[in-house]
C-alpha cells in the first residue's frame, strides 16, 4: 500500500498538480491500504491496483496512460521484490509455527521394501 500511495501522489505531482489536495492524499492512502489488502499474493497486481486508487480521485481518464507509462518502468522490479517479500514471509510464519507444533525433526526414511513379506505372503 506505501509503494501504491509514492506511485500515486507521484504521478499527480507530474500530471495533474491541481488535484492533490489534503482529502485527496487522505483518500489516496485509505484506498491503497484497503486495495493492498488482498492483492499482495497476486503478482503483477501493482497496475491494477494504481488504475484504482488513481480512479479514487476523479483522476482525469485522458492522462491515465501516460500516468501508467511513468510508473511502468519501476512497476516490474519492484513487484518481483515485493513477492519474494511475500513468500519469504509466508514461509517463515509456517517453519515457526511447524516447530512450535514439535513437526520438525529427523525424517523416518523406509527403504522400498519394509514390508515386503507382508505382500509376497
Not at 506511485?7 to 489534503?22: D, N, S, Y
Not at 519492484?78 to 507444533?101: E, I
Amino acid at each position: 500500500s506505501l509503494y501504491q500511495a509514492v506511485a500515486a501522489v507521484f504521478i499527480m505531482q507530474v500530471l495533474w498538480p491541481e488535484g492533490l489536495e489534503f482529502s485527496n492524499q487522505i483518500t489516496i492512502i485509505l484506498t491503497a491500504l484497503i486495495a493492498s489488502i488482498g492483492s499482495a499474493a497476486v503478482p503483477g497486481a501493482g497496475m491494477v491496483m494504481l488504475v484504482i486508487v488513481l480512479k479514487s480521485v476523479d483522476f482525469p481518464d485522458d492522462q491515465l496512460p501516460l500516468a501508467l507509462a511513468l510508473i511502468f518502468a519501476v512497476d516490474r522490479p519492484l513487484d518481483m521484490l515485493r513477492t519474494t517479500v511475500n513468500v519469504t514471509g509466508d514461509a517463515t510464519v509456517a517453519s515457526v509455527v511447524a516447530k512450535s507444533l514439535g513437526k520438525f525433526g529427523k525424517p523416518k526414511v523406509k527403504d522400498w521394501d519394509d514390508h515386503i513379506d507382508e505382500v509376497t505372503s
